[in-house]
């Protein structure tokens, strides 16, 4: 079980904005500003979208925007194009840890 | 350019070990530190700790067991998971990834491209 909940599944047609969730606790997502995202396509390596909250890594279009409220982060993607279907993980840094959320699955329809 | 390259994929039997490595290059290897995260089949990512290449000081996940071991060869801007006593869960992708700082966890800019280690009688 995680420590950083996620919804399983979002979906959004091309065009459209989605925004997926990831809950923590006082002691990871509320308690630090490094609260990073991944972008995973089938078979292929991770790929960091979103850094500290808010901050997007070089490369990554401005569709890609981070938030946190609480001990709430979010992801939200503008403007949806096919190639954002993918699985997506929050990850946040806790003292001396870090932990993932169990990963939402992104559907373009 | 940064790259990290993983070694191959293994098939292992239960009770035997296995090392994987990944090699660093295109940047100060001691500079920043090297995270493991691993992906059983179907399922998501789990990050089982990092390794300090500039002092070789690891901080493994809560819950991991003393069957997994970090280490590094600055010499050769390697670092290594070594899995011991292998069981039939150990099963999964192991991938390494590069940190942006060296001292901490922060987040991770570069992967390696993953290493398959199946366990199987």
């Known amino acids: 079980q995680s420590a950083l909940t996620q919804p399983r599944s979002v979906s959004g047609s091309p065009g459209q904005s989605v925004t997926i969730s990831c809950t923590g606790t006082?002691?990871?997502?509320?308690?630090?500003?490094?609260v990073s995202w991944y972008q995973q396509h089938p078979g292929n390596a991770p790929k960091a979208v979103i850094y500290d909250v808010t901050k997007r890594p070089p490369g990554v279009p401005d569709r890609f925007s981070g938030s946190k409220s609480g001990n709430t982060a979010s992801l939200t993607i503008s403007g949806l194009q096919a190639e954002d279907e993918a699985n997506y993980y929050c990850c946040s840094y806790a003292g001396r840890y870090s932990s993932f959320g169990g990963g939402t699955k992104l559907t373009v329809l | 350019q940064v790259q990290l390259v993983q070694s191959g994929s293994e098939l292992k039997k239960p009770g035997a070990s296995v090392n994987v490595s990944c090699k660093a290059s295109?940047?100060?290897?001691?500079?920043?530190?090297i995270n493991w995260v691993r992906q059983a089949p179907g399922q998501g990512l789990e990050w089982m700790g990092w390794i300090n290449t500039n002092t070789g000081k690891s901080t493994y996940a809560p819950g991991l067991t003393g069957r997994f071991v970090f280490s590094v060869d600055t010499s050769v801007s390697t670092a290594f998971l070594q899995i011991s006593s292998l069981q039939a869960e150990d099963t999964a992708v192991y991938y390494c990834?590069?940190?942006?700082?060296?001292?901490?966890?922060?987040?991770?800019?570069?992967w390696g491209q993953g290493t398959l280690v199946t366990v199987s009688s």
């Open positions: 295109g940047y100060t290897f001691t500079a920043y530190a």
């Open positions: 006082n002691s990871n997502i509320g308690d630090y500003d490094y």
């Open positions: 990834a590069k940190d942006v700082q060296y001292d901490t966890i922060r987040y991770w800019n570069y």
